[in-house]
């Protein structure tokens, strides 16, 4: 078994952070951000993943290797005083991938994590094997299957039960490989973008609930029903009932 790398303190301009053995040599400062955000073309092997106000990912390849770069800006003063009191998302999501990684679960690992002040930040994180797909692409070849929703469900009771909580359980945060059926759940599924995301303190029945509903919302309304919470919820309940009712979760979504 690979012993697990410590991270080291990096340092480049005024840029400071850490970083894994290996990864040094990057500079997350240096890629294309400004033709990003603008949604020019990007030269050479770039491209861009993500794309929100707040938040640029950049895929980027490195040593034959596909890494995802993350710039992530506070724009408001809330976001500002948040970062200053807590430290900036970005390490506050190296830490809690580090936590999953070390309990077992599957996520991209974090490489390096660096911050410029308070208001700018970077998080390079590995991308995970080519054999794994996101649960959206999956379900888009396979359709709306009632096994893989109960298979969610019990992912996300797995989850919660551990205890861990995802802040964002959608279908693209989801990740699905050809293991066995009857491998344990964390072998088969994967998560990706952990910001708000922790474990090792009790998740709430109003958490819990919200997790199945923001699933429900990421499969479109036109396409989602009642049967289809009906198994989600029978996979969440399926060791244990909590009194969650799939028309009411329903409802709920189709609300959202």
Excluded: C
């Amino acid at each position: 078994m690979t012993a697990k790398m410590s991270p080291k303190p990096w340092q480049r301009e005024a840029l400071r952070g850490l970083v894994l053995p290996g990864y040094e040599d990057l500079d997350p400062a240096g890629l294309p951000w400004e033709d990003a955000a603008a949604k020019r073309p990007l030269e050479g092997e770039h491209s861009v993943a993500k794309r929100s106000r707040s938040r640029l990912v950049i895929r980027i390849e490195h040593e034959g290797e596909t890494l995802y770069v993350k710039r992530a800006l506070a724009r408001t003063l809330p976001r500002v005083v948040s970062a200053f009191l807590l430290g900036p998302k970005t390490f506050r999501e190296w830490r809690t991938a580090h936590e999953w990684l070390d309990q077992g679960l599957r996520v991209p690992e974090p490489v390096l994590v660096a911050s410029q002040g308070k208001r700018l930040s970077y998080l390079v994180t590995r991308g995970l094997p080519e054999s794994w797909t996101p649960l959206n692409e999956w379900l888009k070849t396979n359709g709306l299957d009632l096994e893989m929703l109960k298979d969610v469900g019990r992912l996300a009771r797995a989850l919660h039960d551990r205890p861990a909580y995802h802040a964002d359980y959608r279908t693209d945060h989801i990740y699905r490989t050809d293991a066995p059926a009857d491998a344990p759940l964390f072998e088969r599924f994967a998560f990706i973008d952990l910001d708000g995301a922790f474990i090792g303190k009790p998740v709430s029945t109003e958490q819990r609930r919200q997790a199945l509903v923001q699933f429900l919302v990421s499969l479109k309304r036109r396409d989602a029903s009642v049967e289809h919470a009906a198994a989600l919820v029978a996979g969440y309940e399926e060791a244990s009932p909590i009194g969650l009712d799939p028309a009411a979760l329903f409802k709920l979504a189709a609300s959202t």
